[in-house]
């Protein structure tokens, strides 16, 4: 299923190009592949590996954090985050005005995930991390 969304993704930037055997000065160079994209396509092809290429990434995951705080009244131990599942449902893609930047914004963040570590306050009052749901 991965390798499928992958491979779709570069259809879709294939599908939306214009090729071209030329270089920026109208000459032709054997080897050579000119790739013309208009705006709506690579708004699309950003947009699309944006929300899915996080959750490629992370999903069913652990990341080892080692993280350690302590101050005057509490102790902060994170040891690792396990990512059960990370869903982006809403996106958007602007392209900043005068520049070449592109900026992302992401929302519908469903995230699914147990974290290992513990927490004292006051020195004596434990609690332990067990599931987030953001």
Do not use: W
């Given at each position: 299923?991965?390798?499928?969304?992958?491979?779709?993704?570069?259809?879709?930037?294939?599908?939306?190009?214009?090729?071209?055997?030329?270089?920026?000065?109208?000459?032709?160079?054997?080897?050579?592949?000119?790739?013309?994209?208009?705006?709506?396509?690579?708004?699309?092809?950003?947009?699309?590996?944006?929300t899915i290429l996080p959750s490629y990434l992370v999903n069913n995951k652990t990341l080892?954090?080692?993280?350690?705080?302590?101050?005057?009244?509490?102790?902060?131990?994170?040891?690792?985050?396990?990512?059960?599942?990370?869903?982006?449902?809403?996106?958007?893609?602007?392209?900043?005005?005068?520049?070449?930047?592109?900026?992302?914004?992401?929302?519908?963040?469903?995230?699914?995930?147990?974290?290992?570590?513990?927490?004292?306050?006051?020195?004596?009052?434990?609690?332990?991390?067990?599931?987030?749901?953001?």
């Amino acid at each position: 299923m991965k390798t499928h969304s992958i491979a779709l993704a570069l259809g879709c930037l294939l599908a939306f190009s214009a090729f071209s055997l030329v270089n920026t000065q109208g000459q032709i160079n054997p080897g050579s592949l000119y790739v013309s994209l208009s705006v709506p396509s690579v708004s699309n092809v950003v947009g699309m590996l944006a929300t899915i290429l996080p959750s490629y990434l992370v999903n069913n995951k652990t990341l080892n954090l080692d993280i350690s705080d302590s101050g005057l009244l509490y102790n902060i131990k994170f040891n690792a985050i396990h990512i059960n599942t990370l869903n982006i449902n809403q996106r958007e893609i602007d392209f900043v005005p005068g520049t070449k930047k592109v900026r992302l914004n992401f929302g519908g963040i469903d995230l699914d995930s147990q974290l290992d570590g513990s927490m004292t306050f006051v020195g004596f009052i434990p609690l332990y991390a067990a599931s987030l749901k953001v």
